[in-house]
C-alpha cells in the first residue's frame, strides 16, 4: 500500500498530482521451470486536488492482472498475461490531460487508462 498527502504551504492548497491512497497485491505459484500469478492493482478516490491548477478528481477503481510464464533451460522464457482481465474503463489520477484536439477525448479532459490487454513475449537471457 501507498499513501501520500501533499499541501502547499505559501497558500490554503493542495499539490498538484498526487498520488491517491493505492495497492498491488500479487499472489504467485511457481514451481522449477514456470509460474502463475494473478495481481490486484487498485487506488481511492482522489479529491484532495489542486485548485490552483483545475485538477480534476478522480474516482476509485481497481483491476486484475493474470500473468504466467515457462522456461525453457536457462536461456529462454515465454511469458504471457492478460492485463485489466475485467476491461474496466478508469482514470489513474497520475495520467495526462488530453491536449489533442479532433480527438475521441475532449480537450482538458483526463485519459483513460488502458482496457484490457493480453500480450505473449519471449525473453532470451545470456
Known amino acids: 500500500?501507498?499513501?501520500?498527502?501533499?499541501?502547499?504551504?505559501?497558500?490554503?492548497?493542495?499539490?498538484?498530482?498526487?498520488?491517491?491512497?493505492?495497492?498491488?497485491?500479487?499472489?504467485?505459484?511457481?514451481?522449477?521451470?514456470?509460474?502463475?500469478?494473478?495481481?490486484?492493482?487498485?487506488?481511492?478516490?482522489q479529491d484532495e486536488?489542486?485548485?490552483?491548477?483545475?485538477?480534476?478528481e478522480t474516482a476509485g477503481w481497481g483491476i486484475v492482472n493474470l500473468r504466467g510464464g515457462i522456461s525453457f533451460g536457462k536461456t529462454w522464457q515465454i511469458g504471457m498475461g492478460v492485463e485489466n482481465l475485467g476491461d474496466k474503463v478508469y482514470q489513474d489520477h497520475l495520467g495526462g490531460y488530453n491536449r489533442v484536439t479532433e480527438s475521441d477525448v475532449p480537450v482538458g479532459v483526463r485519459l483513460y487508462s488502458m482496457g484490457r490487454n493480453i500480450y505473449l513475449r519471449l525473453n532470451a537471457a545470456w
Not at 8 to 21: E, G
Not at 22 to 40: D, G, K, N, Y
Open 1 to 45: 500500500m501507498s499513501y501520500v498527502r501533499g499541501r502547499r504551504r505559501d497558500i490554503s492548497d493542495n499539490l498538484y498530482r498526487i498520488a491517491p491512497l493505492s495497492s498491488f497485491m500479487e499472489v504467485r505459484f511457481e514451481r522449477e521451470r514456470w509460474f502463475l500469478s494473478a495481481e490486484s492493482v487498485a487506488a481511492a478516490r
Open 49 to 56: 486536488v489542486a485548485a490552483y491548477n483545475q485538477e480534476q
